[in-house]
């Protein structure tokens, strides 16, 4: 069964270097999602991506965080300059038609010290 | 104003005891979806069932059943003769069309309900 898939599955890195999470959606998809989950806490919308342009954003989704689907494949996040509450998992999510359900990955744990 | 409300944050049941999870939804979209969405402790998030706004026939799915009522604006979720492997936090969600301003499709999700069934 196709899936979505994310690397790496836990990320750490230093308060103010800049990050990319990665992302391979279900390949026929055409929506992509960013989400992410404080620890603890619910899943918070980050980011929409369709037809190779954002869709929608959250308030999350400030200057330092980014969206690329580079290869028609991959679908990335970069954050810029992490900082510490960027401390959360990160989910990629696909979609296939506008009515679809969500397939999410299994997350990229990121840890910012 | 939260558009979905979860207002149990923990619930404890004993193995094969029913339970059930609620799920008060605000739109003003006439089109919308919710979804219930489990993560267990390993973290992934697993889709259960998602429901459009024009069905609101009750689904059932083995042990689990979904009581969908626009009347209340509530998807509620019963795990009939729950077990342990139920044990997780369970997400409702839900996605708007967009008709009024609202979000286009991106999941809102609840703040969830942390299960634990005791053998």
């Known amino acids: 069964e196709p899936e979505v898939t994310q690397t790496p599955s836990h990320q750490v890195t230093q308060m103010g270097q800049e990050v990319i999470l990665r992302c391979v959606p279900i390949s026929n998809h055409l929506y992509f999602y960013w989400y992410r989950q404080i620890l603890g806490q619910k899943v918070e919308f980050l980011v929409s991506f369709y037809n190779n342009e954002i869709s929608e954003k959250s308030e999350i989704f400030d200057d330092q965080f980014s969206v690329e689907r580079p290869d028609g494949s991959n679908f990335t996040l970069k954050i810029r300059s992490t900082k510490l509450e960027d401390s959360a998992m990160y989910f990629c999510?696909?979609?296939?038609?506008?009515?679809?359900?969500?397939?999410f990955g299994p997350g990229t744990r990121l840890t910012v010290t | 104003a939260q558009k979905v409300t979860q207002a149990q944050t923990e619930i404890s049941v004993v193995e094969k005891e029913d339970v059930t999870l609620d799920c008060v939804y605000e739109?003003?979209?006439?089109?919308?979806?919710l979804f219930w969405y489990k993560q267990p402790p390993s973290g992934e998030l697993v889709f259960l069932i998602r429901?459009?706004?024009?069905?609101?026939q009750n689904e059932i799915s083995g042990r689990y059943s979904w009581n969908f009522q626009k009347s209340t604006s509530s998807f509620n979720f019963t795990i009939t003769a729950s077990q342990v492997v139920d044990s997780a936090v369970y997400f409702c969600?839900?996605?708007?069309?967009?008709?009024?301003?609202?979000?286009?499709?991106?999941?809102?999700f609840g703040k969830g309900t942390k299960l634990s069934v005791k053998p």
């Open positions: 429901r459009n706004s024009f069905d609101e």
């Open positions: 739109t003003r979209d006439t089109t919308y979806y």
């Open positions: 999510a696909s979609r296939g038609q506008s009515e679809g359900e969500q397939y």
């Open positions: 969600a839900l996605s708007e069309s967009g008709n009024y301003g609202g979000s286009q499709g991106n999941l809102i």
